[in-house]
């Protein structure tokens, strides 16, 4: 197996160890929020099964398609997570429809969509230096 499909594997697994948060005692507090950050309701979790789908999907049919997963989500995440700084709400979640723009203190904007900037970030790096691997 090639590198970008080892990652889209371990893009499998962050995420679905992202949508069994809020099922996991202890990890979150009285608010419902992960680690005291953030909330993640039922549509964060189909959004994070379903994005762990397309990439063990990926992974399991080839570089090409492991290439094309990371490259489209790291756009989509890295794009909902600066969105989510600026204006304290993401649209992935419909958050920006649904909660428009927030007046979030800063530090709390950076930890709550600091997920979403590194694992887009990572993503689109990763298929931008590994997309030309020989397969």
Known sequence: MTKLRWISVGYMIALLIAAS?????????????????????IFDDLLHVA???????????SHRASRAFLFYFGILYLADGVLGLVTGSGYLDMGIINYGI??????????????????GGIALLSSLLFGKETQ
């Open 21 to 41: 948060l809020n099922y996991v005692p202890g990890l979150t507090d009285s608010e419902g929020r992960a680690f005291g950050i953030f909330a993640l309701d």
């Open 51 to 61: 994005s762990a789908a397309w990439a063990g999907i990926a992974a399991y049919l």
């Open 102 to 119: 927030q007046s979030l203190p800063f530090g709390f904007k950076i930890l709550a969509n600091l997920p979403h900037i590194g694992l």
